[in-house]
DNA sequence: CGTGCATTTGATAGCTATCAAAGAAGGTGG
DNA sequence: CCACCTTCTTTGATAGCTATCAAATGCACG
């Protein structure tokens, strides 16, 4: 697809990527999903084994680097919004260290769902409707988890009835309240919803509708 | 110190620094270490609750990121080395992330050993002697690991012989093939050190020269 | 309707956090 | 220069969480 033998710069224009890396032992890990109108720069030259693989039909551009920046100088804005994405990136990546370095399994599920209602969610009354385009595998890929754990707290949260599922990958977050606590951004949820108040010790999860 | 209203570009012009975040249950994560040369970007708008801190004097300059990028714009080759560094800052935290997300506690501390080493290191024979700024808590928080269970990886790296401690802060890396393999960068030492080959059944530890 | 893969569920082992206490290291004041 | 004190580090014992292994269930696709 494509080459790579010099830095890229690749712009997502449509759809859905994860950008991952092969370890040594011939795994792969996931380093991020992308969506569209994303920048992903790829340093094939100091870290090699990269690569972007596509989670669902994508419409994607790819550049040198080198070539692209060497014009993006002639245009200080453009150079300009490449650092800003750049530095977007960087915030991301932080960010998920911090997932990763001192949360639970909990935690970093919840904070993953709120970082991908944020960024590919769709407000549905005081809900939130997801369609995840990767699999459990890549969610723990890049959580550092097993697809088991996974499994376990989606499982749990579905009691709890702070989300509900239906399918693989459709998802709906009832309460983001109740799930940023869930990720350890605040302590106690103002307002419980509907859903959480309700179903904490032994409702049932209510039914998705699968949209039409 | 610093204004924290606005978005800061910080230049470390000497010594040794932590950046941090102020988690919401007012406990610290570490981000990153940083050493002279290094620029640092701290989006205090987007990310309330960074903040550098000194490992030991500093030289640090720092500007509104606002302003810096705003003349930046006139000189295209300035632009360019901050997002060439802003890249670099990318790579190294999606390294990290690696690390914290599917590495055992000693690869992560013989991974942040060999990380150190390529930053502050200096040869000394075949081996590498580092002074480490930062404390064992430091280190955990940066890893993800508890002060404990860093003290315990070093206690084993010391007495398998791969590495060498005097005080607190002075290490040397004895074998840096054998800390690769523990890294899981590889799988095999293609040659194992004088220190590693004898010291990993029963010798104990060679003394470390404190250096004049 | 059957096949294959993804997900879910269950039981167990291993690793690291936590709790607790002893032992260095460095700094201060006598 | 030495004794003391604070802080950091090391060491030990235990509990909790997640990975691993194994099997059943469910979903999508032909």
Redesign the interface.
Known sequence: MLPKDCDQLVFLAEGASKLI?H???LSE?V??FHFAGDMI?L?HH??PGLGIIALEDCRIIGFPAKDF?EI???E??V??T??DR??L???R??????R???KSAQERIADFLLAMADRIGEPEGNAIRLILPMSRRDIGN???LTIETVSRQFTELRDEGVVSTSGRSLVRLNCLGELAVRA????HAEEPCEFCAGSKNDLQPVAIATAD
């Not at 990546?93 to 911090?98: D, G, V, Y």
């Not at 350890?184 to 302590?187: F, L, Q």
């Open positions: 890396v370890m040594p032992d890990q380093l991020a720069y340093p100091s870290q920046l993006a100088e002639l200080p804005s150079l300009r490449i650092l750049s530095l990136a960087l915030q990546s932080r960010n998920k260290a911090i990763l370095g001192r890049s959580l550092g350890g951004h605040k302590h």
